[in-house]
């Protein structure tokens, strides 16, 4: 069984969501079938990056995690493209049995059986503004596949009113889900600190702040990308 890998990195932290801060490995799956277009990963996307993809097995990806958080279970995020399009079943049995524990984020078009064996699944639903069309009838099936619902959290990137009104359709169709709103980084994939227009993502912050407390949503939580406001978009951290 092979998995297509675009990177493997860390121990870092967790910049997103509801497990912001935590030490984790990325494991950052090749290919996706979306094409957002503020996408900022586009290495793990674009078939322009593919020849630097590699095909891995799932025991040499838990070397590789091994090797990098010193054989010391840890938090394993599992990003993407989309790693729902990869077997990653296999990777995610073999990392528990030593104690590792897994997240993966996805955007939820494509539900697999083995999500029931994620310790959390951010489900990250596209709004307008990416171009993307959701299908919420496979988000259910990523929901069903999960299993049990208290692992699952909802993540929604927010560029403008569309996209806000999207997310508050979100909330009222999934209430039991915790749900994040994150402002949109414009600032263009593989930029540094010194290339991300930290002013702008401030104003979006704002924006979306002032937007939730006029509207009277109290059960959303409004967080900025930590790792882009401590790194910018570089790769591997
Ligand atoms: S779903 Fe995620 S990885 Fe895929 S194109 Fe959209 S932002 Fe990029």
Redesign the pocket.
Known sequence: MSIKISEIFGPTIQGEGTLIGQPTVFVRTGG?????T?????H??DSGYRDTWKSMSPNQIMDKIRELSDGKPILVSLS???PAIQPLGELIDLGRKESYSFAMET?GSIAKEWFSKLDHLIL?P?PPS?A?KTDWDALEGCIKAAGDKNKITLKIVIKDEEDYTYARQAGEKYPDLPLYLQPCNMSPAGMDQNGVDMDDIHRRTDWLIEKITNDGWFNVKVLPQLHVMLWGNKRGV
């Open positions: 996706c079938d979306y094409r957002c503020w996408c900022d990963t586009l793990a996307v993407g493209g989309n955007q990250s596209k990416s993307m």
